[in-house]
């Protein structure tokens, strides 16, 4: 095939599936509780209205995921900031003794521009590092920035530390080998794919004077959506990442919407459901050619606008 022709194979160059396997589905929590406000708005602390709603969902919604986790027979992967580790460890405990995958969210759910400098990102990491340690005793191999914000320096710090993959970027529908610079030779990481229309914070959220706009999609449309990007993903060959927050998507209806959704993927033949590290193993053991991504240099000449004949 001619370069020219790139574009026919829906599968990247080197990428394959296990055998028998056409494409991937992962369901995914952040288990960000309070510090999912609490970076951005730390005035948050003294309101209990708020407090209580982010609480959901360490203390109702949890359990019922975990239950119904267990009754579609699935692993899922938490992605849990290290001071919701620190704030609810018997809700990390139950997560990971139900056979779950814990992974990293930051400390206080703070993104990467966010940060001043490389120091700073690499301190948020190693401290929430050290929260999941204490609360569980877990060292987790993938990293997921909250907000999804991921600075060029970020992926090299990732890969000082032992991670395996980064679950955020959204450049694809298929895991890739991310380098961590331009550089010959740099080191890579695993990149798991996601998007914000696979995300439940959008379409569910909603905090008056913090986030969202006050229109709360039903379950029905939302379940709908995702499953027409599932079915969609499996004819590519792709990875279906969902994002879901307990707090959000644990409320009893959404949850239930996301059981419908699990059982439709478990229907789908040669759909793989598994955890995110399971992926990035599997990704991790192919020759891929590292994605480079090359910081986008803006030209700092601004330019005037022609002027409006007459």
């Not at 032992?162 to 380098?179: E, K, Q, V």
């Not at 949850?255 to 991790?284: F, N, P, S, Y």
Request: proline share 8%; hydrophobic share 45%.
């Amino acid at each position: 095939m001619s370069h020219h022709e790139a574009w026919r194979p829906t599968l990247p160059p080197g990428f394959r599936w296990p055998d028998g396997i056409r494409a991937a589905a992962c369901f995914t929590f952040d288990l960000d509780a309070e510090s999912g406000i609490l970076f951005e708005h730390p005035e948050a602390a003294a309101w209990l209205d708020v407090m209580s709603h982010q609480a959901y969902g360490p203390r109702t919604a949890v359990p019922r995921i975990l239950r119904l986790l267990d009754r579609q027979g699935i692993r899922a992967s938490f992605f849990i900031p290290g001071f919701s580790a620190e704030r609810w460890p018997d809700a990390v405990r139950s997560i990971r003794d139900a056979g779950h995958e814990i992974a990293h969210h930051g400390y206080q759910h703070e993104g990467s521009r966010s940060a001043a400098d490389a120091a700073t990102e690499e301190a948020w990491l190693l401290r929430g590092l050290e929260a999941l340690d204490t609360a569980a005793g877990v060292r987790p191999v993938g990293y997921r920035a909250p907000n999804w914000e991921l600075s060029y320096r970020l992926p090299a710090i990732l890969a000082k530390h032992g991670f395996l993959y980064d679950s955020g970027l959204m450049d694809a529908d298929h895991p890739y080998r991310l380098a961590t610079s331009p550089e010959p030779g740099a080191t890579s990481i695993v990149e798991l794919p996601a998007h914000w229309s696979l995300d439940d914070w959008e379409p569910y959220n909603y905090l008056p004077g913090i986030t969202g706009s006050g229109v709360i999609a039903s379950p029905a449309d939302v379940i709908a959506r995702w499953t027409l990007e599932l079915e969609a993903l499996v004819e590519e060959g792709g990875l279906f990442m969902l994002t879901n927050h307990p707090f959000v998507t644990g409320r009893a209806s959404r949850a239930a919407g996301l059981e419908r959704l699990i059982a439709r993927a478990r229907e789908i033949e040669g759909l793989w459901i598994a955890t995110a590290a399971e992926i990035a193993a599997h990704v991790a053991g192919l020759d891929l050619v590292p994605v480079v991504h090359d910081p986008v240099v803006r030209d700092p000449v601004v330019r005037e606008s022609p002027p409006v004949p007459r």
